[in-house]
């Protein structure tokens, strides 16, 4: 009986090496499947980074704030926390300190806010023609915003020294007397605001530069054709064309109002480490989550007024964007 030679497996299927056809197929295949995951996953992989730092370092420390601002904790003993629910902010909407830092942070932010982005619109204005030296003077407003908060804040203070400050000098050589800076509320606000002025209005007028540079040139050429004098093409071209630039810049100063901290704090820090004035002409929400916080060891109502600062900038949000649906219903 003659014996088959061929070497079959049982059930006919032929076997040995897979054939150069199918690795080919499973290359495709997993050359495809790569790509998917490149086209897919590479923009998520990008972008994981920042929400990692977001979560480590603003996400969490924001959810823990919130729940200490519902505990009797103090500073020393971080670990012993008493329930007290909403018995911090129920102390602070009865605090007249409270109200207090939120007059001075709303009037000090007036006062700040208001001229610095006037005088930035007009820097920026000037530096948008063609001048001698203009990179260097737009490189040197930027000094201002690149100098230490803490310099500043230094050297305005001796500026506004009552004694021999240079200020009640410039005022006596035209025979006012001297002001006491830092004793009276208004002057004190004011020589603040003065420090926030300075420091922010060279950053904020390069913020409209670019604005400005952005505008269609012949827009300005229309309306030169039309007869609109320099000052009309700035109110009727330039505005409305930097208009969400300025809105940007008015919500950037809002948050850094809300936020006055290193200013106030070195300009009244006095031997004894009183802050905000001895009648807390000039004390700020900031100064008073500080004082809370890291002076009186209350790290329940520090955190409370945290959040209290946060409620504020969304309810300002809030109250400006329902004042621009308004005036686009208007218009």
Partial sequence: MATSTTNEPLGGTPS????????????????????????????????????????????????YTSWISLHDVELATLDVMKWVGFGNYVDLWGDSRFWNALRNTI?????????????????????????????????????PYATSVAAAALVFTMIFERDFGMINWAL????????????????????????VIWRWTGYNALLYLAAMQAVPADR??????????????????????????????????????TQLFGEP??????????????????????LLLYEEGWKNYQMGRSA?????????????????RVLARLRARQS
């Fill in 107 to 143: 009037s000090i932010g007036v006062l700040s806010t208001v001229p610095q982005l006037m005088m930035a619109l007009g820097l920026a204005h000037l530096l948008n023609y063609r001048m001698r030296a203009s990179l260097f003077f737009r490189v040197a407003s930027l000094v």
């Fill in 172 to 195: 006596g050589t035209v025979g006012v007397d001297p002001v006491s800076w830092e004793a009276e509320k208004w002057p004190a606000q004011t020589a603040i605001s003065t420090m």
């Fill in 16 to 63: 040995g090496p897979p054939s150069p056809a199918d690795g080919a197929g499973t290359g495709r295949r997993l050359g495809a499947l790569l790509h998917r995951l490149d086209v897919k996953g590479a923009p998520y992989a990008f972008v994981a980074p920042f929400f990692v730092i977001f979560a480590a370092f603003s996400f969490y420390p924001l959810v």
């Fill in 304 to 320: 409370a007024v945290a959040w209290a600062m946060f409620l504020l900038l969304v309810l300002a949000f809030a109250a400006q």
């Fill in 265 to 286: 704090l070195i300009f009244g820090q006095g031997p004894n480490g009183v802050t905000g004035g001895a009648d807390n002409q000039y004390q700020t929400l900031g």
């Fill in 220 to 257: 300005y050429e229309a309306a030169a054709l039309d007869g609109a004098s320099r000052w009309q093409q700035f109110t009727h071209v330039t505005i409305p064309g930097i208009r969400a630039t300025i809105v940007f810049t008015i919500v950037l100063s809002t948050v850094g109002a």
